[in-house]
């Protein structure tokens, strides 16, 4: 039933730690979802540094998912969006043919707190590589919940167990948040050909087996899988239908090397538009890697 447990490995990104899952040298992606990072969990006081700001980057070819547990963060893009998401709401942006943003901890800064929460890029299908940049904020009335049998459970996006989120995909996919009680135990349908399971916090056991905090199991098609909360836990449940490999490089995504360096460019040479609220600084394009081209995820 498990065909792979991935461990996240922590990378901090000047001052602010984060636990990266997806992409993984044996398996590059689960369905759409080409990245997965866990922000945090991290406690800041009041008045910390601005570096610790994702400043102004860009990205291609993908949609980015942003999904807090705790803290608060500002979102600014380049088609004219300021939004301040918070626990249980969803950021949805979608790349498409070129769209840059910044996430900073305006709130966070003020007050202090704790940040947890997750991160995640879903790539685009062929037909929609190049579709119009757009941006979409949905809170918790747009995504549906359950409760019953030690289990509360969210959709955040896509399709799964008879519910759909009001949240826009471009190809068939489910995002779960579920908190289980401790001796909780759910189930997983076969309904998708790729899932995973990240456990947040707590323990599970799944198949026999105990998986921890930062540690995904991804799962074999065509079986249901049953979880069982050995501790109080978060789990993250995702997937979907896969949408053909992809290369990915820095912040973007694409199906073709020559897109890939379009990209490189257009953004080396200032052709991609700084969100108007934030283009004081942007992130420059770092040097291109040594060795061979990415791999095809």
Known sequence: MIELVIDQRRRDLGGFEVGRVLPFHARRMVGPFIFLDHM???????????????????????STVSYLFEGSMTHRDSV??????????????????????????EDLRAHGGTMNGIQ????????????????????????PTYEGGGMWARLIAGKAFGAEAKVKTHSPMFYVHWALEVGATAALPAEYPERAAYVAQ????????QLHEGQMAVFAPGETVTVTAVTGAIVMLLGG?????????????????????????????????????????????????????????
């Open 40 to 62: 945090g969990p991290a406690t800041f006081q009041a008045g910390f540094p601005r570096s610790v700001d994702v400043r102004p980057h860009p990205h291609i070819g993908l």
């Open 241 to 297: 239908e896969p949408v053909g490999p992809r290369l990915i490089e820095w912040n973007f995504v694409a199906s073709t090397k020559e897109r890939l360096e379009q990209a490189k460019a257009d953004w080396r040479a200032g052709r991609m538009k700084l969100p108007d609220a934030d283009d004081q600084e942007f992130i420059p394009l770092p040097p291109d890697p040594p060795g061979p081209a990415p791999a095809m995820s």
């Open 202 to 209: 707590g323990i599970v056991e799944i198949d026999g087996r």
């Open 80 to 105: 004219g969006s300021t939004e301040v998401i918070r626990p249980g709401e969803v950021n949805w942006m979608t790349a498409g043919k070129g769209i840059t943003h910044s996430e900073r901890f």
């Open 120 to 143: 995640a890029w879903v790539a685009l299908p062929d037909e929609a590589e190049e579709t119009d940049p757009a941006f979409a904020h949905h809170g918790p009335d747009d995504l």
